[in-house]
């Protein structure tokens, strides 16, 4: 739905070369790297060069009809309209009573915009934005001020409904936890750069950089000598084992084992606990992280394996 070619901007810098979006997609990258600029682009509000194809049709000018619909992080309802007028400029009448239901805001439709607290705006922002002709709909960190317990709830949600009237989203965010699991897809941006185009899924697993690799959280490289500390794991290339892929095993063991790791630290982060470890032999720091509740503390000794690796090029090339 849409094709983006040579798109570029000096300021804010943002360059992209060639892009082709069909299907729900989150936009991701440190703050600054020009995610914002990319949706204002595409919803004409940002002067450009190059092309940005909407449905197949070319877009060329700044402010012409785009076939789009934001919702930006700040609400921006019209003050002097209330709940129900905001929804329904340009809504479709359907659309808006089943979104209505969905939502759970028929208790705030007669409200004016400054009578909701910042998660109710937040919500009727949403709700405007996809309730509007358009097939396209872009989401700038649109859950913020929602209770995080909702939020995933409510973008599954989201997603799910705007398949149903074939539309797709483009979410911005920096809550990375939000989006695992909702988004296949995903656009990493970085110093005005789109730097990777892939499955979130596969970024995580295969990250193309070092940059990448921890922008999605904690990893450790096992290099040759460390492999020799694990069981059929003597193979020579490095490789790249993220916490949640370690498995540790404490007596008593239901197999002859032997501990290969000494603990040295232990935080409980509520649905986990961190466990930092040091490996004996090359006495590599490692970072395991726990999703069952085990009996371990400092000082302990343990046998560390891991489930699952990958071998990233820039990896191999260390």
Known sequence: MIKVKNLSIEKPDLQIKDLEIDDHTVIIGPSGAGKTTFLRCIAGLEKYAGEIYINGE?????????????????????????VRANIEMGGQPDLIEHMCNLFKVHNLLDKMPHELSGGEAQRINIIRAICSPAKVVLLDEPMQGIDPIIVRKTLKQLLHELKKYDKIALLVTHELYQVYGLFDNAIVIKNGEMVAYDGLRSLYDNPLSPWMANFFGAYTVLNKEDLKSFEHHSNEDP?????????????????????????????????????????????????????????????DRVYVNFKKSSRPDWVLNR
């Open 239 to 299: 490789c790249m084992v993220r916490p949640e892929w370690f498995k540790i095993k404490i007596p008593p063991f239901k197999k002859p084992l032997e501990f290969n790791a000494t603990v040295t630290g232990v935080h409980w982060d509520g649905p986990s606990t961190k466990v930092s470890l040091v490996l004996d032999g090359t006495n590599k720091p490692l970072a395991v992280e726990l999703y069952a509740d085990y009996e371990i503390k400092k000082g």
């Open 58 to 82: 070319l877009k060329t000018q700044v402010g012409s009809e785009r076939g789009v619909s934001m919702a930006w992080q700040d609400g921006r309802l019209l003050p002097n309209f209330n």
